[in-house]
């Protein structure tokens, strides 16, 4: 049974619930759906707003809905459920703006983008943020599996209780002033919590599935949109090794990433041992249109450069210090030494041990060394020479 005394603790709302109104952004999933039942089971005034970002059978020629459909229903009838209003915003333009062209143009100079942060960075946390307060809310209350707390009069962010669904890593660009505002009920909570909430509420999303694709990429096809989004931009060029030397050809460098080994199109090498016959994807050179393979040794990385750096505690002017750096959502976060600049919005890191696989446009993560989950800000790598750059091509 959920503690309702909790929720209402973890709100961190002077007063009686009846007297703050709060907005839940809801995507007609079962996370926000449980956000909005426990702030009503709580007494809070609860509105709920969805976001339209695009349609969906016009941007991939697919029928089908994510944020523009049958998910836009399932909000709606949750909120009819619970008696609490339900507003749909036509978020369309700035979507396509901010995040689909962003994530293209990513894909196009060799990157790898995450266009779930741009989202929570742009549309979620500034232009719903607006809208939130516009209605006079005291808060804006979103499903994801992560905590915030206020330490010292200031609001701090950490690791969702259930580790399996923590969402650090795709919020470390909320800012102390976001923060102010922002709340996440479900922090707290396990997944299996949540749908027990669900169904003791009744609510018609208690067993829907959750997610596992970005919400404009149907089953992962991250180039079969980035070809919809910029018809003829997308050429063929070769695979080379690294010593120049051509071993095939590609459809286009967006099909591929730096630390891919799975469907390069070539095979191992004959005359050689087998720690150097397999391949990966260690380079993309978008001005020559190449795509450089290699031994895994070739993807050793040892120290990288991150740019718009999100910090969520106090630095000196120049700062260096020990971390611990998620690079992917789904790994382990490992050791590295990093140092500010003095706008602290540059840094640098070094590993500890050298990591494989690093690709520009990830982002990289950091959390306190003393308490892994203690989220200290956050970046995105802009550049992550590995040992490639040592090689003449």
Same mark, same amino acid.
């Given at each position: 049974?959920?503690?309702?005394?909790?929720?209402?603790?973890?709100?961190?709302?002077?007063?009686?619930?009846?007297?703050?109104?709060?907005?839940?952004?809801?995507?007609?999933?079962?996370?926000?759906?449980?956000?909005?039942?426990?702030?009503?089971?709580?007494?809070?005034?609860?509105?709920?707003?969805?976001?339209?970002?695009?349609?969906?059978?016009?941007?991939?020629?697919?029928?089908?809905?994510?944020?523009?459909?049958?998910?836009?229903?399932?909000?709606?009838?949750?909120?009819?459920?619970?008696?609490?209003?339900?507003?749909?915003?036509?978020?369309?333009?700035?979507?396509?703006?901010?995040?689909?062209?962003?994530?293209?143009?990513?894909?196009?100079?060799?990157?790898?983008?995450?266009?779930?942060?741009?989202?929570?960075?742009?549309?979620?946390f500034t232009d719903m943020f607006d809208r939130a307060k516009n209605l006079g809310a005291?808060?804006?209350?979103?499903?994801?599996?992560?905590?915030?707390?206020?330490?010292?009069?200031?609001?701090?962010?950490?690791?969702?209780?259930?580790?399996?669904?923590?969402?650090?890593?795709?919020?470390?660009?909320?800012?102390?002033?976001?923060?102010?505002?922002?709340?996440?009920?479900?922090?707290?909570?396990?997944?299996?919590?949540?749908?027990?909430?669900?169904?003791?509420?009744?609510?018609?999303?208690?067993?829907?599935?959750?997610?596992?694709?970005?919400?404009?990429?149907?089953?992962?096809?991250?180039?079969? +949109?980035?070809? #919809? /989004? =910029?018809?003829? $931009?997308?050429? *063929?060029?070769?695979? %080379?090794? &690294? !010593?120049?030397?051509?071993?095939?050809?590609?459809?286009?460098?967006?099909?591929?990433?730096?630390?891919?080994?799975?469907?390069?199109?070539?095979?191992?090498?004959?005359?050689?041992?087998?720690?150097?016959?397999?391949?990966?994807?260690?380079?993309?050179?978008?001005?020559k249109n190449n795509v450089i393979v290699g031994p895994k040794e070739f993807l050793s990385?040892?120290?990288?450069?991150?740019?718009?750096?999100?910090?969520?505690?106090?630095?000196?002017?120049?700062?260096?210090?020990? +971390?611990?750096? #998620? /690079? =992917?959502?789904? $790994?382990?976060? *490992?050791?590295?030494? %990093?140092? &500010? !600049?003095?706008?602290?919005?540059?840094?640098?890191?070094?590993?500890?041990?050298?990591?494989?696989?690093?690709?520009?446009?990830?982002?990289?993560?950091?959390?306190?060394?003393?308490?892994?989950?203690?989220?200290?800000?956050?970046?995105?790598?802009?550049?992550?020479?590995?040992?490639?750059?040592?090689?003449?091509?």
């Amino acid at each position: 049974m959920i503690n309702i005394n909790q929720v209402i603790k973890e709100m961190d709302l002077v007063g009686d619930p009846s007297n703050h109104r709060v907005v839940v952004a809801m995507s007609g999933g079962v996370d926000s759906s449980v956000t909005a039942a426990l702030l009503v089971e709580a007494g809070y005034n609860v509105i709920g707003l969805t976001m339209q970002l695009y349609d969906y059978g016009k941007a991939l020629q697919k029928k089908g809905a994510c944020c523009a459909g049958s998910d836009i229903n399932d909000a709606r009838l949750v909120c009819s459920k619970l008696g609490i209003p339900h507003y749909v915003l036509n978020y369309e333009s700035i979507f396509q703006d901010q995040v689909m062209n962003d994530f293209a143009d990513s894909y196009l100079k060799g990157e790898t983008p995450i266009p779930c942060v741009r989202c929570n960075q742009t549309v979620k946390f500034t232009d719903m943020f607006d809208r939130a307060k516009n209605l006079g809310a005291s808060a804006m209350a979103t499903g994801h599996y992560i905590r915030r707390k206020t330490k010292q009069g200031q609001p701090s962010l950490y690791t969702g209780v259930d580790l399996s669904k923590d969402q650090s890593y795709f919020l470390f660009a909320t800012t102390r002033k976001q923060l102010d505002f922002v709340r996440f009920p479900l922090g707290s909570l396990t997944k299996n919590e949540t749908r027990s909430v669900a169904k003791r509420h009744n609510l018609n999303v208690a067993n829907k599935p959750d997610s596992q694709d970005i919400c404009f990429v149907p089953e992962g096809k991250y180039a079969e +949109v980035v070809r #919809k /989004l =910029r018809p003829g $931009s997308v050429e *063929v060029g070769n695979i %080379i090794d &690294v !010593n120049g030397n051509i071993l095939g050809r590609h459809n286009g460098i967006i099909d591929f990433t730096i630390g891919q080994r799975k469907g390069i199109g070539i095979g191992g090498r004959k005359g050689v041992d087998d720690n150097n016959s397999i391949l990966y994807v260690i380079g993309l050179d978008t001005e020559k249109n190449n795509v450089i393979v290699g031994p895994k040794e070739f993807l050793s990385c040892n120290k990288i450069e991150i740019s718009e750096c999100n910090w969520l505690i106090d630095l000196q002017q120049v700062s260096e210090f020990k +971390v611990l750096v #998620k /690079l =992917r959502n789904s $790994s382990q976060p *490992v050791i590295g030494t %990093i140092k &500010v !600049n003095f706008d602290n919005t540059l840094a640098y890191l070094l590993f500890d041990q050298p990591q494989f696989g690093v690709s520009p446009g990830q982002a990289a993560v950091f959390y306190n060394i003393n308490e892994i989950s203690h989220i200290l800000g956050g970046g995105w790598i802009t550049q992550a020479p590995n040992k490639l750059a040592e090689t003449s091509l």
